[in-house]
């Protein structure tokens, strides 16, 4: 089980209410995409799972974590079980492409042959052999949202969330970065994509989710084109 929600709320302090009895199921192994305008709730969701915030009312399990119970000493080893790209890249600058991707293994203490043996082989999963030693300043955004997808992967997570990863690249880069993602899906990592490009959506199908007001309102299979 990736991630379970039951009849789950969330009310912040100012009374607002951003997710609503919200039931969700995504197994493990499968591929989904999050839609909705800004302020659905979307947002809301994606900190639920990495526990930044907690639910009001209801279950969260999250990778065999109940995120209602946990304690606070088990939130940083749920975290080490996810992967999280973002739509800013949020890469070091002072760091190159192998350092940014190794500064993720570093920080739980891998050897250092694994970690030579690790960065080679993300950087070659998402076609960047030739930009090993550049720093991010001299990559393009496609080149920088590659990066912070090996970054996402270092560890080997069970589930990989995608927070708006197509938001900040060029339009026609935005097929290549999912189409990576397609294939980390492929290789059994749990992928959650939030995105408000129905485009995209249209272009690849499968599982669909919609929120609206913070209410799940569309969750249906869509063949791509």
């Known amino acids: 089980?990736?991630?379970?929600?039951?009849?789950?709320?969330?009310?912040?302090?100012?009374?607002?209410?951003?997710?609503?009895?919200?039931?969700?199921?995504?197994?493990?192994?499968?591929?989904?995409?999050?839609?909705?305008?800004?302020?659905?709730?979307?947002?809301?969701?994606?900190?639920?799972?990495?526990?930044?915030?907690?639910?009001?009312?209801?279950a969260v399990n999250v990778n065999d974590f109940d995120l209602v119970k946990i304690r606070k000493s088990?939130?940083?080893?749920?975290?080490?079980?996810?992967?999280?790209?973002?739509?800013?890249?949020?890469l070091i600058p002072t760091m190159d492409v192998f350092d940014n991707i190794a500064f993720v293994l570093r920080c739980i203490d891998k050897p250092r042959s694994y970690i030579n043996s690790r960065v080679p082989y993300l950087v070659n999963l998402v076609n960047l052999n030739h930009r090993m030693h550049s720093m991010p300043n001299e990559l393009s955004g496609g080149e920088q949202q590659r990066v912070a997808l090996a970054r996402a992967l270092a560890n080997d997570p069970k589930l990989l969330i995608?927070?708006?990863?197509?938001?900040?690249?060029?339009?026609?880069?935005?097929?290549?970065?999912?189409d990576l993602l397609k294939g980390v899906n492929d290789c059994g990592t749990t992928v959650i994509m939030v995105t408000h490009e129905h485009d995209l959506v249209q272009h690849f199908g499968g599982r669909v989710i919609s929120i609206s007001e913070g209410q799940i309102v569309f969750d249906e299979q869509m063949s791509g084109r």
């Open 1 to 58: 089980m990736s991630v379970e929600l039951k009849n789950v709320s969330v009310t912040y302090p100012n009374g607002y209410e951003a997710l609503h009895k919200v039931n969700l199921f995504v197994p493990d192994g499968e591929f989904a995409f999050i839609v909705g305008a800004s302020g659905a709730g979307k947002s809301t969701l994606i900190k639920l799972l990495l526990r930044e915030i907690s639910a009001t009312t209801g």
């Open 162 to 178: 995608a927070d708006e990863p197509t938001g900040n690249i060029d339009p026609e880069l935005s097929y290549e970065i999912i």
């Open 74 to 90: 088990k939130v940083p080893k749920l975290r080490r079980s996810i992967g999280t790209v973002f739509q800013d890249f949020r």
